[in-house]
Antibody, heavy 121, light 112 residues
Framework: EVQLVESGGGVGQPGRSLRLSCAAS????????MHWVRQAPGKGLEWVSG????????GYADSVKGRFTISRDNAKNSLFLQMNSLRAEDTAFYYC??????????????WGQGALVTVSS | QSVLTQPPSVSGAPGQRVTISCAGS?????????VHWYQQLPGTAPKLLIY???NRPSWVPDRFSGSKSGTSASLAITGLQPDDEADYYC????????????FGPGTKVIVL
């Protein structure tokens, strides 16, 4: 059974940093691209960032480019999102999502339960 | 403002058929990128419903179907059930935005 479990959410002050982690199990982690998708409370879904299976390719939404960094550790079946220079508008549930295939444009076939990040002083 | 456009809500009685449209442009759906659909039940994480325009994962009943034509896509739900009341999002890729996957704003399906 595929499982994605996010951790590291919480309250962060504007301008400070937080790091999210996602522990993956139930599939061959280094066979698949991985992504982060966020959802502000009561709002729609927003893709944040993605990383290819071998870390050779990354992508970021314009809203986080230059502030957030995605990475992965295939030996530990883990995905990360380093969030710097936090802003109030970064407040959201952050979902870890697995790509359906190695195609960079693939769907997200499994999602974690989400981690809430609240940016507030 | 979303690059993809969906109606805010659609409604239907149990057993009826409803459709949700997803309108894009020549830089996303019209450029040939696949459309995927997700269902989000209240208080839960999104779940994949349709991938690659028309394909259903094994856990999705055949009451759900997807289609794509030109710069638009559609999700149809037949035999509407109370448990289908949820938010539905279309998603694709847009080559005018750096590295960006794009989601529609979501459509609330209301079962009357």
């Amino acid at each position: 059974e595929v499982q994605l479990v996010e951790s590291g959410g919480g309250v962060g002050q504007p301008g400070r940093s937080l790091r999210l982690s996602c522990a993956a199990s139930g599939f061959i982690f280094d066979d698949y691209d991985m992504h982060w998708v966020r959802q502000a409370p009561g709002k729609g879904l927003e893709w944040v960032s993605g990383i290819s299976w071998n870390s050779g390719r990354t992508g970021y939404a314009d809203s986080v480019k230059g502030r957030f960094t995605i990475s992965r550790d295939n030996a530990k079946n883990s995905l990360f999102l380093q969030m710097n220079s936090l802003r109030a508008e970064d407040t959201a549930f952050y979902y870890c999502a697995k790509a359906g295939t190695k195609n960079w444009y693939a769907d997200f076939d499994y999602w974690g339960q989400g981690a809430l990040v609240t940016v507030s002083s | 403002q979303s690059v993809l456009t969906q109606p805010p809500s659609v409604s239907g009685a149990p057993g009826q058929r409803v459709t949700i449209s997803c309108a894009g442009s020549s830089s996303n759906i019209g450029a040939g990128y696949d459309v995927h659909w997700y269902q989000q039940l209240p208080g839960t994480a999104p779940k994949l419903l349709i991938y690659g325009n028309t394909n259903r994962p094994s856990w999705v009943p055949d009451r759900f179907s997807g289609s794509k034509s030109g710069t638009s896509a559609s999700l149809a739900i037949t035999g509407l059930q109370p448990d289908d009341e949820a938010d539905y999002y279309c998603q694709s890729y847009d080559n005018s935005l750096s590295g960006s996957r794009v989601f529609g704003p979501g459509t609330k399906v209301i079962v009357l």
